[in-house]
C-alpha cells in the first residue's frame, strides 16, 4: 500500500463524517439540487484521492459475486446507450454520470467502512435520528401549524421528491429501527435507547400512514414481522410481539376504515393498461430501446405517458430480456449473499432492506439507475453494504 498508515486513518475518518452527512441530508436539505451538486463534489474528490493514492486493492473486488453481478448489469445498461433514440443529449449523459456517481460511492463507502462495525452503528444511528426528527418536524408544519387535512399526502421536499420516494424512505427507517432493536443487543440493554428507538419507529410509522402509499405501508408490515421472525431473540417474544403487532394493525384497519375503503376503491391506478400500452410499443425483444430512450404510450386515453411505474418494466423496455435477466440475476445474488451471511445481524438487515426496496420497484418508479436521492437511498445502500461483509467474509484478499 502506498499511502501511509497516518494518512489513511485520516482520510478514512474524513470521508465517514462526509458519507454520513450526504446520506443523511437527503431528509433535510430542502433543495435536491444542492444535495446532487454536493454529492458530485465529494464523489469527484474522493474516489480519485482513492484511485491515484492507491488506498485500495482493485483485484478484490472481483471476488465478490455482488460487485461482478452489479457490474455485468450498470455495463449492460452503459453499452445499451449505443442504440439508443435520445430525444436529448442528456438523456445520454445522465445515466452515464448516475452510474459513475453510483460506482464511486460505492469504492469510497468500501474503504471508509472496512474496519470495525461501529462506524456502520453510528450511520445507522444518524439515519434514524434525522430521519425522524426531519419526518416529525415537517408532519407538525404541515398538520398542525399549516392545519392541511390528513387526507392530503405527506412528503418530505428536497432529494426525496415525491411522496411516493417517501413513503418508501420513510417505511425503511421503520424497518431500520426495528432492526436496530432486535439485532443489536447493546440496544436492549439499555432502557432510554429502547424508548428513543420505539419513539422514532413511532414516528416513522405514523408520517409513513400519513403518505398514504399503500405499497409502502404493506411492504413495512410484511417485511416488519419477517424481521421479527428471523431475529436471534426468544420465540416467546417473538410470539408476544407478532400478537401485539397483529392487534394494532386490527385496531388500526378499524380505525383508519374509510381510508382503507378509499384506497380499494383507487384499485391499481390504471398501472395495468399503462403496462399494456408500453408493451405495445415494445419491440426490440431480446437488446431492448437503449437506455437512454424514453417510450411514449401511442394510443388510448394514456397517451402520452412516458412513465412506466416499475423498474422492472423500465429495464425490460430499455435493456430487453437480457437487461431484465441481468438485473434480475443481480438482485438474486445479493439475496443468495445474504441468505449465506445470514450469521451476520448487519446482513440480516441489510438484505430485508434491500427485498423491501426490491418490492417497492414492483409496481412504482422506471429505472433503478437513478440520481443519488430517495429510492436510490433505499436500494443500493443496502448492496453496498452487503458487498461489503461479503469482501470481508474472504479469507484470500481484503479490500483495503
Wanted: with cysteine; charged share 15%.
Amino acid at each position: 500500500m502506498i499511502a501511509t498508515l497516518p494518512f489513511e486513518e485520516k482520510t478514512k475518518t474524513l470521508f465517514f463524517y462526509s458519507v454520513v452527512f450526504l446520506l443523511v441530508s437527503i431528509f433535510f436539505i430542502p433543495e435536491k439540487n444542492l444535495h446532487l451538486k454536493l454529492f458530485i463534489l465529494f464523489v469527484c474528490i474522493a474516489f480519485p484521492l482513492i484511485a491515484f493514492k492507491g488506498l485500495c486493492k482493485w483485484s478484490a473486488l472481483l471476488e465478490s459475486r455482488i460487485v461482478i453481478a452489479s457490474s455485468l448489469f450498470l455495463g449492460y445498461s452503459l453499452l445499451s446507450l449505443a442504440w439508443s433514440e435520445p430525444e436529448r443529449s442528456r438523456d445520454i449523459l445522465n445515466p452515464i454520470k448516475d452510474i459513475f456517481y453510483l460506482v464511486s460511492f460505492w469504492v469510497i463507502f468500501l474503504f471508509t467502512f472496512n474496519g470495525a462495525d461501529r462506524w456502520l452503528q453510528r450511520l445507522v444511528k444518524w439515519l434514524i435520528i434525522v430521519g425522524s426528527i426531519t419526518a416529525a418536524c415537517y408532519a407538525a408544519y404541515h398538520y398542525l401549524y399549516l392545519e392541511y387535512p390528513l387526507t392530503r399526502r405527506f412528503t418530505i421536499p428536497g432529494p426525496l421528491i415525491d411522496k411516493v420516494r417517501t413513503g418508501f424512505c420513510l417505511g425503511a427507517g421503520a424497518l431500520l429501527c426495528l432492526g436496530s432493536l432486535l439485532y443489536e443487543p447493546g440496544n436492549r440493554e439499555r432502557k432510554s435507547t429502547i424508548l428513543l428507538l420505539l419513539l422514532a419507529l413511532t414516528v416513522f410509522l405514523v408520517t409513513l400512514v400519513l403518505t398514504h402509499t399503500r405499497l409502502a405501508i404493506a411492504g413495512t408490515l410484511f417485511f416488519g414481522f419477517a424481521m421479527v421472525a428471523l431475529s436471534p431473540i426468544k420465540n416467546r417474544t417473538k410470539l408476544i410481539l407478532i400478537g401485539l403487532g397483529l392487534m394494532l394493525l386490527i385496531a388500526a384497519c378499524i380505525f383508519l376504515a374509510p381510508l382503507i375503503d378509499a384506497y380499494i376503491e383507487k384499485g391499481q391506478s390504471s398501472r395495468l393498461d399503462l403496462w399494456s400500452g408500453y408493451l405495445k410499443e415494445f419491440h426490440h425483444y431480446w437488446f431492448g430501446h437503449g437506455h437512454g430512450t424514453t417510450i411514449y404510450i401511442a394510443e388510448g386515453g394514456l397517451a402520452g405517458w412516458s412513465a412506466y411505474h416499475s423498474v422492472y418494466l423500465g429495464a425490460l423496455l430499455s435493456g430487453g430480456i437480457v437487461g431484465l435477466s441481468l438485473l434480475l440475476l443481480m438482485i438474486l445474488t445479493v439475496l443468495f449473499t445474504g441468505w449465506k451471511l445470514r450469521a451476520n445481524p448487519y446482513v440480516v438487515v441489510a438484505t430485508i432492506l434491500f427485498a423491501f426496496a426490491c418490492t417497492m420497484g414492483l409496481v412504482n418508479l422506471d429505472s433503478v439507475i437513478s440520481r443519488p436521492r430517495g429510492y436510490w437511498l433505499i436500494f443500493w445502500l443496502p448492496v453496498i453494504v452487503l458487498s461489503l461483509y461479503e469482501l470481508k467474509s474472504l479469507p484470500r484478499k481484503a479490500f483495503v
